[in-house]
């Protein structure tokens, strides 16, 4: 097995490549003079494993030529962040289901895929493949000991991330909460932990992701007002984007992480374990 890497997935497809003991595939990328893409790769083996995050649209079309330059192997997509994968319902009509548009496109050629802590796990029944979604709470979990926080509160900022961080706070026997909106009146919402006070704990957000880290600022600026001792804010995927990081911190979160599945400076997380875990156990059914 050989491992293609496209162009914003490098890190963790290195560490990915390490922790299986196979050789990474040195690809050349460039642009025609249109700026149509371009990519070459170097020599495949028959069984090819292609690690690419669809963090943008150029990502999604170096997939489509990876996959294409690897036709005569066996191949395996992972795509630790899945890109269009939050418009996953036909919220009003005339709208595309970008997430089934995008799965569709990419079970072509592949015989497996595998996702990192997918927004929505629906979105695996519209792979033309099978498809696993491989969550890496532990490794947040494990992150989140590292930062040696004397009994850490662990929240979700909405209901809808109530399991993962159930999951993250279950590596060290943490309280688990999930912050609730209240509205109380036109102008004015409370948000707070459901039923944890959080007055005097170090509290911590997790997410699956932080984009434009509006969510997280507005619990951080209300947790900071019920007495919090710190804020921290923990994610899969940071994509970070609209100057979410400074927002954040500007809002007094103290550390902002997340994983390589969206690689940037905050990426001190790895989801190469879980990956490889989830690969070897297919492996030997
Ligand atoms: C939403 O359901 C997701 O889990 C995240 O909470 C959301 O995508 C975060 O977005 P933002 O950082 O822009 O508030």
Known sequence: MRIISTERSQVLAARVAERLGVSLVETKFTRFPDGELYLKCGELDDETLIVSSIVDNDMFMQTLLAIDAAD???????????????????????????????????????????????????????????????????????????????NPLILAPDEGAIDFASDVAAVGGWDCDHLEKTRLSGEEVRIAPKTIDAAGRDAVIVDDIISTGGTLATAACMLREQGAASIHAACVHGVLTSGAYTRLRAAGVSSVVSSDTYENASSFISAASAIVTAIKEDAHR
Request: net charge positive.
């Open 72 to 150: 005569h192997s066996r191949n395996t997509l992972v795509v630790p962040y899945l890109g269009y994968s939050r418009q996953d319902k036909r919220f009003s009509p005339g709208e595309p289901i970008s997430a089934r548009a995008v799965a569709r496109a990419l079970s072509t050629g592949i015989e497996r895929i595998y996702v990192v802590n997918i927004h929505d796990p629906g979105v695996l029944s519209h792979f033309g493949v099978p498809a696993k979604n491989v969550t890496i709470a532990p490794a947040v979990g494990g992150y989140i000991g590292d930062l040696r926080l004397k």
